[in-house]
């Protein structure tokens, strides 16, 4: 029954997984000597379990590891990859700035492990999804270059049935955080040159390790928080510092004329039992006026 519409929109055409920044460490030590971010991972994977979706793609936005570590990417993969496999997604690994490139090729993808920037194209469907790599060897800000802005442009010249979706780590939006301000993603006017006019429907990124949304040459960009820590936005902006709290991922639904990003907490708490399949399929087995007669009046 999840697949019903009861209003005016019909279920979505795709349906994806949008998480980031995991930032794991070989042998699992704890990150910041705090952070314990393969139990942050596999709470978070429980939870998508818990959803009982077939999602058409899992997207990972980067900073896979911390450190770049061959064994961490390892580890990383036989987290995930066994869970995917059992949901039938693709996994999209996206390269972040904490990640090194030879490694993550040779250890997420079976590529060589060379220098080359880690992109990709999937088709899901008719919606075509692209990996960019806005990391810069040897530093923390971002930068996609000529090369790539010049390949995406090509591709971007013949639009996709469903259109098109974004990848990459360093979101092409202004933060609050002053830190952030000095690790953006630069030269942000050449893409959205490419960008602008495209059939390109929404941008996703992490890097922040908040949630956040905004939009760039006219197309949404929805970043993804950290599922190892979140930045405590509530402390004052030159005091914002990261907290083992509030980790959550996004579950984006993409539709004939919108795509929403929906920001799913981690954390569970108890929740009543007034809706299930039960009650949906009562209200699917109305006409509108009845369900609007028993679930929209005021008693």
Not at 16 to 27: C, E, R, V
Not at 61 to 80: C, H, I, M
Request: include cysteine; glycine fraction near 8%.
């Amino acid at each position: 029954m999840s697949s019903v519409s009861l209003g005016q929109y019909p279920p979505a055409l795709r349906t994806l997984i949008h998480l980031s920044d995991t930032h794991f460490l070989a042998g699992n030590r704890p990150l910041g000597g705090r952070y314990d971010t393969s139990a942050n991972l596999t709470a978070t994977l429980a939870r998508i379990d818990a959803m009982r979706i077939a999602p058409d793609a899992i997207v990972i936005t980067g900073d896979l590891t911390d450190l770049g570590e061959p064994e961490a990417y390892a580890s990383l993969r036989a987290v995930v990859e066994p869970f995917a496999a059992r949901l039938a997604a693709p996994v999209v690994w996206v390269a972040g700035n904490h990640d090194e490139r030879p490694a993550l090729r040779a250890g997420l993808l079976d590529a060589a492990p060379t220098e080359e920037p880690v992109t990709g194209v999937w088709d899901l469907g008719g919606l075509r999804l692209i990996a960019l790599d806005s990391t810069v060897p040897g530093w923390h800000h971002g930068e996609l270059g000529d090369a790539q802005l010049s390949w995406l442009s090509d591709l971007l010249a013949h639009p996709a049935p469903l259109g098109t979706l974004l990848a990459f780590h360093h979101p092409p939006l202004p933060s609050h955080v002053p830190l952030f301000d000095i690790l953006e993603l630069r030269d942000q006017p050449a893409l959205a040159e490419v960008v602008a006019g495209t059939d390109v429907r929404g941008i996703l990124a992490g890097h922040l390790h908040y949630s956040t949304h905004g939009t760039f040459a006219g197309v949404p960009v929805s970043v993804a928080a950290a599922t190892c820590y979140t930045m405590d936005l509530a402390a004052p902006a030159a005091k914002v510092n990261g907290m083992d709290a509030g980790q959550s991922f996004h579950l984006v639904h993409v539709y004939a004329d919108t795509i929403t990003h929906s920001v799913v907490p981690v954390a569970g708490a108890e929740a009543g039992d007034y809706f299930d399949e039960a009650w949906l399929a009562r209200m699917a087995a109305l006409d509108p006026a009845q369900r609007l007669e028993q679930f929209s009046r005021k008693r």
